[in-house]
């Protein structure tokens, strides 16, 4: 989606994208921040689909529960830090906004709606200049 939306946003005098992620995960299998490529995300998302097909995913590591969404959002974590060097003009971040109470969780979470908007909010209205190709913890800037 965000290659499909890149001519729009070029033509923008603030162009941002802010991609909501969990981060647990990602250090691990995406650790090298500084050389990730496409090329490797897209190796680690593959690796992960042929162990899923041979049902290898807990003997060769893979998140337990929810393992594939816990790799798209490592791999959109991931992506998004290759597209904010591919296009300095462009602000893309990405933020955690914490396990927020919703329909899909049954309100099990701890905060609130409007608390996990914060993050979300705060890295939507940055001003020109403002970080890129960073990960939020919620509202403050968080390690990779």
Avoid: H
């Amino acid at each position: 989606m965000i290659e499909t939306f890149l001519p729009l946003l070029q033509q923008s005098d603030l162009p941002r994208i802010v991609n909501n992620v969990k981060n647990e995960w990602a250090t691990s299998v995406l650790s090298d921040v500084e050389n990730l490529t496409e090329e490797k995300v897209e190796q680690v998302l593959n690796q992960y689909l042929k162990d899923f097909k041979e049902g290898s995913l807990a003997t060769k590591g893979w998140p337990r529960g929810a393992s594939a969404y816990t790799l798209s959002k490592a791999a959109l974590n991931g992506y998004s830090r290759i597209i904010a060097k591919k296009y300095p003009n462009l602000c893309i971040n990405c933020v955690c906004p914490g396990y927020v109470k919703t329909d899909i969780n049954q309100n099990t979470g701890f905060r609130t709606p409007d608390e996990g908007a914060e993050g979300p909010v705060k890295l939507a209205l940055l001003p020109y200049g403002g970080p890129s190709g960073r990960f939020f913890d919620q509202t403050e800037e968080g390690s990779f």
